[in-house]
Antibody, heavy 122, light 110 residues
Framework: EVQMVQSGAEVKKPGESLKISCKGSGYSFTSYWIGWVRQMPGKGLEWMGI????????RYSPSFQGQVTISADKSISTAFLQWSSLKASDTAMYYC???????????????WGQGTLVTVSS | QSVLTQPPSASGTPGQRVTISCSGSSSNIGRHTVNWYQQLPGTAPKLLIY???QRPSGVPDRFSGSRSGTSASLAISGLQSEDEADYYCAAWDDSLNGLVFGGGTKLTVL
């Protein structure tokens, strides 16, 4: 059974660093891209970026480039999303999801993590 | 403002058929397939329709998707109370070189 299990909720202060995780199981971790999606309180879904754990090829949304770092450790089948200096505006739910590539114009996220709530407040 | 445009809300009574539209452009829906996600209150999004009109295993055939030109739509027939959720369309965008989502449509079952 494919599962994406994320780390637990975090409460941080502005300026602090943070790294959250997403562990994939039940499939070949290095064969699928993993994406990260932000959902701010009461708002819609925003794509942040994706990583291919097989070779760590990473793509970022222009909106998040330079704001976060996406990485993966294939030895533990885990992807990460990290911030070096959090802001109050980073308060949101963050989801990871496995991306399936059907063709060069057809891809989708099939399995999603349960979400990690990040709260940044002084 | 989202790259893909969806109506913010939709509603229907049990048993009715409702449709949710998703409007894009030649750089996204016009070139790449559309996927739909359902997000029940307090839960993670769930894949509902992929590749414009394909249902994953376990998704009832009451849900169907279509794409024409630079627009797509999700249809829900035989509306049920458990269909009350937020629905998002998504497609890759070549201009942004990234995935874009619609703003989401909140479906209310009256």
């Amino acid at each position: 059974e494919v599962q994406m299990v994320q780390s637990g909720a975090e409460v941080k202060k502005p300026g602090e660093s943070l790294k959250i995780s997403c562990k994939g199981s039940g499939y070949s971790f290095t064969s699928y891209w993993i994406g990260w999606v932000r959902q701010m309180p009461g708002k819609g879904l925003e794509w942040m970026g994706i990583i291919y754990p097989g070779d760590s090829d990473t793509r970022y949304s222009p909106s998040f480039q330079g704001q976060v770092t996406i990485s993966a450790d294939k030895s533990i089948s885990t992807a990460f999303l990290q911030w070096s200096s959090l802001k109050a505006s980073d308060t949101a739910m963050y989801y990871c999801a496995r991306r399936v590539v059907v063709t060069s114009t057809a891809y989708f996220f099939d399995y999603w993590g349960q979400g990690t709530l990040v709260t940044v407040s002084s | 403002q989202s790259v893909l445009t969806q109506p913010p809300s939709a509603s229907g009574t049990p048993g009715q058929r409702v449709t949710i539209s998703c409007s894009g452009s030649s750089s996204n829906i016009g070139r790449h397939t559309v996927n739909w996600y359902q997000q029940l209150p307090g839960t993670a999004p769930k894949l509902l329709i992929y590749s414009n009109n394909q249902r994953p295993s376990g998704v009832p055939d009451r849900f169907s998707g279509s794409r024409s030109g630079t627009s797509a739509s999700l249809a829900i027939s035989g509306l049920q109370s458990e269909d009350e959720a937020d629905y998002y369309c998504a497609a890759w965008d070549d201009s942004l070189n990234g995935l874009v989502f619609g703003g989401g449509t909140k479906l209310t079952v009256l």
